[in-house]
């Protein structure tokens, strides 16, 4: 089995196949020195499954990879008033903020990853009974295999390889993240009290709360704390300065003096949501403009392509990606490794597997997406 991705999907797999004795070669296009930064929400319903395969217990689990050692989240609250209006996890009891960085060593334990290997092409190859396939990397190396999963994120070059047509939708949406560092003394006597023993928590704000600040710890060590925060709203109809759905990937780092305004004229918020919304302080922040995609290929084109004799199977982002809102891409990339090698174990590495597979995942991809 070739993976094309060492993501969330892509480890998730690795680690799943190899309990079960399936061999397979991950490949990942980025160097290994290459460190996720952010952190993100793991649900029960999504790491029972992968704790169970990989044996894996899940307090020892949570103390590995929980941001802060806990991963606490907070609630939903006013930003104006500090009032909480909801929870953060949709009352899902368990769920935890995960250090990405953390998850992803992890999940790498005992998993060779074949990092430089950008995939460039594939061709169908004849040496297995039932076809094969042969990944072509940018560093010139050819792989061949039985059955190629594509793990390689939203932008995946497997999906523009096998289904040309499909692009990913932008959604109206308005989001711009930030990342600060706050030396460990300063955050501890300033904002730190305001997190109340939390790791992430949502600030509704302006125009009738329909304007989100969220802010959450990414990393903290004794030296230092990472924050992450992120301002997002639904984007105006006609002109709106901060909605740039056309703009390429290198200008998402070209902010509009609109935000700043727009971060001004929230206020007076709460603590710690001022701090962040603080345009002198957010100025000095690394701070990107996101574009929310979403990917819907339909169960019957994704079973039409896993049937040939060079079966390709796509998992995660590059299958169904979706606007990180409810904090459910990586949950379900998690989820889609361990599912593919069940299916694999049972069935073989072939296209029966991969329509059991979709069967099983399609439905729960298309609630969320
Ligand atoms: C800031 C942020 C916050 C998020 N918060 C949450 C959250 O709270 N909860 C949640 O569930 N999800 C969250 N997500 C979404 C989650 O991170 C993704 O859904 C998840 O990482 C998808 O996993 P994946 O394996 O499909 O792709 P990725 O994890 O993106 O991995 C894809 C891999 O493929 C590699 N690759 C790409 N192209 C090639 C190529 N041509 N050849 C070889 N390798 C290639 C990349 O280098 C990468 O390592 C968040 C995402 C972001 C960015």
Redesign the pocket.
Known sequence: VLI???????LSLARSLASRGVPFKL????PES?RPG?????HPASLSPLLETLRAEPATFRASVAVAGTGNLGGIVDALTGEPVGSATGGVPGSFRAN?FRLREWLREGVEVRFD????GLEAAGRFTSGGVIAK?ENGESVEGCLLVG????????RNIVFPTVRPSILSTVVY?GQRRIPRPGFDSNLGPHFYSHTYIIGLCGRGGASVLSVGINDISAERVDL?WTYSRPAQEGDDALHRPTRGIGEAREIPNALWEELSALGPLRPPFDAVADPELARGDRINHWLMRSVRISREELAERAAGNAPVVL????AH??P?FR???????LLDGVELADAIAQHGAGSDALRVFYERATPRWEVSI
């Open positions: 094309v991705g060492a993501g969330l999907s892509g490949f990942d296009a980025w290459r952010y952190s993100l929400t793991l990405r290997h950008k995939l460039v990397f793990a390689d994120g939203v932008h995946s070059t497997v993240n992450s998992v995660g982002d590059a990606a979706m990180i904090g459910e891409g990586g949950n379900h990339a």
